[in-house]
């Protein structure tokens, strides 16, 4: 059990880990682990190519995750855009034998250490953002964490909007990882994505679990979003609850790794008489909408949300005023602006960011580049020095390609994201009267103690905010020890039981 603190009309600090929008790296780089996407879901013009950093070192481990893990995390979801297109003397789709052949020459350079093989491979877009120095620390980086390489697994194809997409399981003595390479109709290798083996799928609930799950079809504007509704057993109506991803492709569990935050969270509260809608985020259901012109942040969530609210309220053995919405990290961060677009009773914000993305980003990397050394830090003072021209181009206005924006993502995301102001939405809701209750981890390394204390200043003295801080969880509401770090989400745990059963105390206060 985590101790908590809680203090009456105070806000919460938010998670610069929801500080990626639309990005998708996950690389673990410096000595490290990584995980680089681009995800070749969507269409042809979709890439994300995402990198996520961890150090051996606490400090450098601390704010490399924080920089690269929570920028990068939404690109997965394929909102970036590859400008080159293939050239028009092989512009013929691979087909899956070749596909296959090119995925594992590239893992084959890899192994064998010749990482600038590696990178001729690499379209254009993919190259710039990981470069043969990059590959070389990141490649050598997987052993330390995971153990000796043990082989590949077997090799599978699927036919995607551009090319194939070749998947190969890579073996290593902690764990395995699974190789996701892009193979586009250029012959390049356009995506290149390391990520831990999904964790087989959830039981369901136990035949006595006092509440029941079932299939929920969230209808909206844009097509059909699959969910799953947990119900309380008995007649209602029922508390509600909308739950809201972070950045990147989700599936309804909010996976990641071995755990299932979403999944916990949903269950712990149905446990507790409270219903729960969780449901497949956009980018992950439906990914070709992110590859539509003008694709924004309330496309990417915010409406999506507010659909859920809306459905949720008209559900039958539901209480139509007592549907909330808890969002977690960028969810979190949009709670206010869902709250704002719909009629919901109360938000609950988890390890959501107080400061504008872009600004948070661009403070961890200029940590990752004073930490870093060699090339990759070379490479770091580059990539800061291109995004302070991008976000300054970006809030002027200007026009800006998207080889040119922050990660590559379209200026228009970009834009849409800057125009959240989370503050000033809460308060705009407790002004309404609807209460807010803010939660915090204290081992969230995605999370910086600037958001948490920009929360608390902002919405000092408002009426109807509450916080809790937990010293022992992390940006998911796990319990650990010492400081946070990314291998925190390759240990299987749950959602804390006390942070629960304060979210759903809170819940039944709100009458």
């Known amino acids: 059990m985590s101790r908590r603190t ?33 995800d070749a879901r969507a269409p042809a013009r979709t890439t994300a190519v995402a990198t996520r950093f961890r150090n051996h070192r606490p400090a450098l481990r601390r704010l490399l995750a ?117 193979v586009d109709g250029g012959q390049r290798i356009g995506m290149f994505l390391l990520q831990p083996l999904t964790s087989p799928s959830p039981l369901p609930p136990a035949a006595d679990a006092p509440y029941t799950e079932r299939d929920f079809t969230l209808a909206t504007q844009r097509g059909e979003l699959p969910g799953t509704l947990a119900l309380p057993r008995g007649d209602g109506p029922f508390p509600a609850v909308v739950l809201v991803h972070g950045s990147g492709p989700h599936d309804r569990d909010e996976t990641l790794g071995p755990n299932r935050p979403f999944l916990d969270i949903a269950r712990g509260l149905a446990a507790h008489g409270i219903a729960v809608l969780r449901y497949d985020k956009r980018t992950r259901a439906r990914p070709q909408d992110a590859a539509q012109p003008g694709f924004g942040i309330d496309d990417e969530t915010t409406s999506d949300a507010v659909a859920a609210v809306t459905a949720l309220r008209a559900t039958p053995g539901i209480a139509p005023g007592r549907v909330f919405v808890l969002g977690h990290s960028l969810g979190g961060m949009l709670a206010p602006r869902i709250g704002l677009r719909s009629e919901s009773a109360g938000l609950i914000l988890l390890a959501a960011p107080s400061r504008p993305l872009l600004d948070v980003l661009l403070n961890q990397w200029q940590n990752l580049a004073a930490n870093a050394q060699g090339p990759v830090r070379q490479q770091a003072e580059a990539a800061i020095a291109a995004l302070q ?17 922050p990660l590559g993502m379209p200026a228009d995301y970009w834009r849409s994201v800057d125009a959240v102001h989370m503050v000033d939405d809460a308060r705009q809701v407790l002004a309404g009267g609807r209460p807010l209750l803010l939660l915090q981890g204290g081992r969230d390394f995605q999370v910086m103690d600037a958001d948490w204390q920009g929360w608390q200043q902002s919405l000092a003295g408002q009426r109807g905010a509450s916080f809790r801080h937990y010293p022992a969880l992390d940006h998911l509401g796990i319990a650990g020890t010492g400081p946070g770090t990314p291998a925190d989400y390759e240990r299987p745990g749950h959602v804390d039981a006390t942070l629960i059963d304060d979210v759903a105390g809170w819940i039944q206060q709100q009458r």
């Open 389 to 405: 021209s991008g976000i300054t181009r970006l809030r002027a206005g200007a026009p800006l390609p998207d080889a040119d924006s």
């Open 6 to 38: 809680s203090v009456e009309v105070k806000p919460d600090q938010s998670s610069m880990a929801t500080v990626a929008a639309k990005v998708g790296h996950r690389a673990k780089a410096l000595g490290l682990s990584f995980t680089a996407v681009a």
């Open 66 to 182: 924080g920089a690269l893990l929570l920028a990068v995390l939404p690109a997965m979801a394929a909102s970036s855009t590859d400008t080159q297109p293939p050239p028009a003397s092989s512009a013929a789709t691979p087909d899956a034998a070749h596909a296959t052949t090119l995925a594992q020459r590239l893992l084959d350079h890899l192994d064998a250490g010749d990482y600038a093989a590696a990178e001729a491979m690499f379209t254009p877009r993919l190259a710039a953002s990981v470069p043969a120095a990059m590959l070389k620390n990141i490649w050598e980086g997987l052993p330390r964490q995971l153990g000796a390489a043990q082989g590949r697994g077997a090799t599978s194809v699927e036919a995607g909007g551009r090319g194939q997409r070749v998947e190969i399981p890579l073996r290593y003595a902690g764990g395995e990882l699974l190789a996701r390479i892009g």
